[in-house]
């Protein structure tokens, strides 16, 4: 059986002879009533706190479910954008060693181009020596043959021009690589 404030306020009892004070039993059941009443009274308004509360519960609840998932969105976030870097980073590595290695290329084959340049003028160099050594060899040797034709004497002018010029030759040869020299 449930007790209500009323319920409590109006139950009867039976009468005997030998029972209790009826105003003081009646007494007795207002305070009770009265007190239950105010307890029910304050579980009511308790309930209804709780009720609100369970409710403001809840909205936290899903703030915090807010609030987790947009973290979690977040860290992907950065997780991504981290994994994005790492990735332009690596490609940007992977250019600039590809750039080096053309630039070093090139070079490489620049210095060839010169080394092969440097070694063709010294074959040119020697051939132009050597063409020259062949010619003055020959002027010398026709000058030799025109001298021995002739037999031209040397004036004085000259020997005197031989023993201030120690380089000279006495018998009248001329060296051809001091000729070269001197025209290289």
Do not use: C, W
């Not at 308790?46 to 987790?68: A, S, T, V």
């Not at 250019?95 to 290695?101: D, H, I, W």
């Amino acid at each position: 059986m449930k007790f209500t404030p009323y319920g409590i306020k109006s139950q009867e009892f039976t009468k005997s002879v030998m029972g209790y004070d009826k105003d003081e039993v009646k007494a007795y059941l207002e305070k009770l009533a009265d007190e239950f009443e105010k307890l029910a009274e304050e579980n009511s308004k308790l309930n209804e706190e709780l009720g609100e509360l369970k409710e403001r519960m809840e909205d936290y609840k899903q703030i915090e479910k807010n609030f987790q998932e947009s973290l979690l969105s977040a860290q992907e976030a950065a997780n991504r954008a981290i994994e994005d870097a790492k990735k332009q980073t690596a490609i940007m590595i992977k250019e600039a060693e590809l750039k080096a290695k053309q630039i070093v290329d090139k070079a490489q084959e620049e210095a060839q181009f010169i080394r092969e340049g440097v070694f063709h003028l010294k074959e040119e160099k020697e051939l132009l020596v050597a063409k020259l050594k062949a010619i003055i060899n020959s002027q010398l040797e026709l000058l030799d043959v025109k001298l021995s034709e002739k037999e031209i004497e040397i004036p004085k002018d000259e020997e005197l021009q031989e023993k201030e010029n120690p380089d000279s030759k006495d018998d009248g040869e001329m060296d051809v690589d001091d000729i070269v020299e001197k025209l290289i």
